[in-house]
């Protein structure tokens, strides 16, 4: 299932990103960072965000990139 079409289906960022909020919660890190990727040009820098595409990246073992995140999360 493809979650980031769900842009096409009427819902918002920010319930894509609760969705992936679900994801990282459930453990499916892969299906978070296919949810939340595509939405780094318009969320990116948002703590929220950039905490939840981290750990998603963590998981998913893109180990720097969780580093870049997690840093800019706490800059806020």
């Given at each position: 299932?493809?979650?980031?079409?769900?842009?096409?289906?009427?819902?918002?960022?920010?319930?894509?990103?609760?969705?992936?909020?679900?994801?990282?919660?459930?453990?499916?890190?892969?299906?978070?960072?296919?949810?939340?990727?595509?939405?780094?040009?318009?969320?990116?820098?948002?703590?929220?965000f950039?905490?939840?595409?981290?750990?998603?990246?963590?998981?998913?073992?893109?180990?720097?990139?969780?580093?870049?995140?997690?840093?800019?999360?706490?800059?806020?």
């Amino acid at each position: 299932v493809c979650l980031v079409a769900g842009a096409a289906f009427g819902q918002t960022p920010s319930s894509d990103v609760s969705i992936g909020e679900m994801l990282v919660r459930e453990g499916r890190y892969a299906d978070a960072y296919e949810a939340l990727s595509p939405l780094q040009g318009a969320l990116g820098g948002d703590p929220r965000f950039d905490y939840l595409l981290g750990r998603a990246a963590l998981g998913t073992k893109r180990a720097e990139e969780a580093k870049r995140l997690f840093e800019r999360a706490l800059q806020k």
